[in-house]
């Protein structure tokens, strides 16, 4: 080719490459194309070529990660407003050990034009809160960046739903919106602490009177790392995050593994009743990770020893997300959320204690059935970290820890996280969080019931062994309301005799 010709092509080459970068840097759909124009193209065409291509570069491992392609999928559908439909039918192997499945009626009843709510408040609380389906399971500013936060916030104002804070206190990011926020108190005490790190109560007062905080949850444990506190690492520890959270900064910022302001479960429960009266009456909860039963019988004892109970428990599972924790407390530490939810359910039960206290349910709740599946195993709500994430562009990198999120979801890298776009990916949110609540609703008008509290154990069956199923009532069975104070049935009675308001035996 002669030489000029050579020049005009090259010269139109780049001027191409250059309209494609200022393209994909100004638009505002694909974080992935903020972050890497040009590159990024390549992710979304073997999208286009999937499943083969796109799972050998991309999703090599996606055996190993949190959510399978079909959920990831769904998730990302639901973000868009495509309601899939899917031919030819399941590919699950429904004969397989462990698979379960919803049981439908020959009677199914309407779906309801509104979906159902649940009111969270006890006997104790003057501000109940009408709390959704499915709501934002906590993530802190700083596990996320503030666009992210912005973008879940804006999600849930604009569909109703609540957005947990996350232990890292409660920023300016969370309140530009306007979102519902359940604030969160881990054992730092971000944001309510005094210099020592100790609970200071002026300051929970006066930041818990904000009328955005509809609710507070008291963390005593996360499933990712039971027994355990957070650590954000120096160099993330920001003038602002170091602001948020009142600490030093540029100074590694540690949450102990135990709080300072209690340490009985008569201590912990007269905390709480404490924190709802600072915050006015508010609804104010727990959040854990189950260890053992008797220690959960204790907490019991101690609601009916002091005469007041937490107006809500949400129950993390050791299947639980993080955005950093360490690989043995991820794999080996802490209940299933299926055996913690149906545990605690049944010991509030037994007490006598479950109509004051709503249950509250995390851990890879990600499509309606997982909400279903929850609400038939004794939960009342539940909540969602990672589909959230996903909503507001996490492609599951599982880069958290490393500060090099390429979506702007996990980061604090300044450039990183303006490729989130706060518009475009709040609307997804809140797209998901609809969508995903009106398919539970629709399962659940399948099943003939209308109003979640009338869902059973017998409505959730699972596969045992080879051509044998049983129910969930069979499998774990359900106390009678006061049925520990009366006559504890032979299998909980020791845990019972041992549960103590004075201390946390050991299991
Ligand atoms: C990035 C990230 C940060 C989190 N930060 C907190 C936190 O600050 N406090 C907390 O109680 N749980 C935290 N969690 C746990 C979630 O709130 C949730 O309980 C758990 O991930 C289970 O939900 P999932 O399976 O939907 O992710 C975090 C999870 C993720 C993924």
Redesign the pocket.
């Known amino acids: 080719m002669p030489a000029h010709l050579w020049k005009i092509a090259t010269g139109a080459g780049a001027a191409a490459l250059a309209a494609v970068t200022a393209y994909d840097l100004t638009q505002r759909r694909h974080s992935i194309l903020r972050s890497y124009p040009v590159l990024g193209h390549m992710r979304y065409l073997l999208e286009e070529v999937r499943p083969e291509l796109q799972q050998y570069f991309i999703e090599r491992n996606w055996d190993g990660r ?1 959510f399978d392609r079909d959920t990831r999928t769904v998730i990302y559908e639901r973000t868009k407003g495509i309601h899939g439909e899917q031919a030819f039918g399941t590919e699950r192997d429904v004969e397989e050990p462990g698979y379960e499945w919803l049981v439908q009626t020959i009677a199914p009843v309407p779906a309801p034009a509104a979906p159902p709510r649940v009111v969270v408040g006890g006997p104790d609380c003057r501000r109940p809160y009408s709390m959704s389906l499915l709501n934002v ?4 500013f ?3 960046s503030a666009n992210a936060i912005r973008a879940l916030n804006r999600g849930a104002a604009a569909g109703g739903f609540a957005h ?5 206190g409660l920023s300016e990011h969370h309140r530009e919106n306007g979102g519902d926020l359940i604030w ?1 108190l ?1 054992t730092g005490y971000f944001g309510a602490r005094t210099e020592t790190g100790e609970f200071d109560p002026e300051r929970f007062a006066r930041r818990a009177a904000d009328p955005q905080v509809k609710c507070v ?1 008291l ?1 005593l ?4 790392k039971p027994g355990i506190g ?1 650590v954000l690492p120096a160099p993330k520890v920001t003038a602002e995050i170091a602001r948020v959270r009142g600490v030093p900064v540029g100074e590694k910022c540690v949450s102990p593994p135990a709080h300072s302001a209690f340490s009985t479960p008569a201590g912990l429960i007269r905390f709480v009743a404490r924190l709802r009266e600072l915050s006015g009456g508010k609804p104010v909860g727990i ?1 854990l ?1 189950v260890g053992s039963r008797v220690e959960v019988l204790s907490l019991c004892k101690a609601m009916r020893a002091v005469g007041t109970a937490p107006d809500f428990i ?1 129950v ?2 050791s ?6 924790a360490p690989l043995e407390f991820e794999d080996t530490v802490g209940m299933p ?1 299926t055996e913690g939810l149906m545990l605690v359910d049944s010991a509030l039960r037994g007490a006598g204690l479950r109509e004051a206290v709503k249950v509250g349910a ?5 499509v309606g059935s997982d909400i279903v599946k929850r609400l038939i195993q004794g939960a009342d709500f539940t ?7 996903m909503a507001v562009g996490c492609i599951q990198a599982q880069k ?1 820890h490393t500060d090099r999120c390429p979506a702007g ?2 980061t604090q890298d300044p450039r990183r996280a303006r490729s989130l776009d706060v518009a475009d990916k709040s609307e997804r949110v809140q797209r998901y969080q609809r969508s995903t609540v009106a398919e539970a609703v629709r399962l659940m008008a399948s099943m003939g019931v209308s109003d979640p509290a009338r869902l059973t154990p017998e409505m959730l069956r699972r596969n045992t062994g080879p051509h044998r199923s049983s129910s969930y009532g069979e499998l774990y069975g359900r106390l009678a309301p006061g049925q520990l104070l009366t006559d504890p049935p032979a299998d909980w009675a020791h845990d019972w005799a041992r549960a103590s308001a004075e201390g946390f035996p050991q299991p």
């Open positions: 949190p399971s906590a993530m802190s700083g596990a996320l947990d804070t996350g232990e890292g969160e881990g949850s963390k444990s996360q499933g990712a957070g959040k990770c949400i993390d599972g299947e639980g997300g993080t955005g950093a959320l995390a851990g890879k709740v990600a909540l969602s970290a990672r589909a959230m994430m958290c979801v996990a």
